[in-house]
């Protein structure tokens, strides 16, 4: 991942200032087709369709790529943020 997102603005096909962002903008941007793709999690594919609805775009031309895959199977679980937590208790 790292070197594909280095790949990406070292050949400038990422927004001229990388650091900062207008996030309702770019959910806009994705639903009309002004920004190809993003790299977030599931949780924001509601986020994405809502917007593009609100935009008079097609809420089903927003898609969602599981990453990574493991020995060519796609691994990715499909659920909001707000449930993601580490356990007290693990060594990780």
């Known amino acids: ?18 650091t900062t962002t207008n996030w309702d ?27 593009a609805t609100k935009a008079g775009a097609n809420p089903e031309d927003i898609g969602y790529m599981p990453f990574p895959s493991t020995s060519g199977k796609l691994c990715s679980v499909l659920q909001p943020d707000y449930k993601y937590a580490i356990n007290k208790h693990s060594k990780n």
């Open 1 to 18: 991942v790292d070197s594909l997102v280095y790949a990406i603005v070292n050949q400038k096909l990422s927004e001229d200032d990388p």
């Open 25 to 51: 903008q770019s959910k806009v941007m994705l639903g009309t087709g002004k920004v190809g793709a993003m790299y977030l999690g599931s949780w924001s594919v509601s986020q994405m369709r809502d917007a």
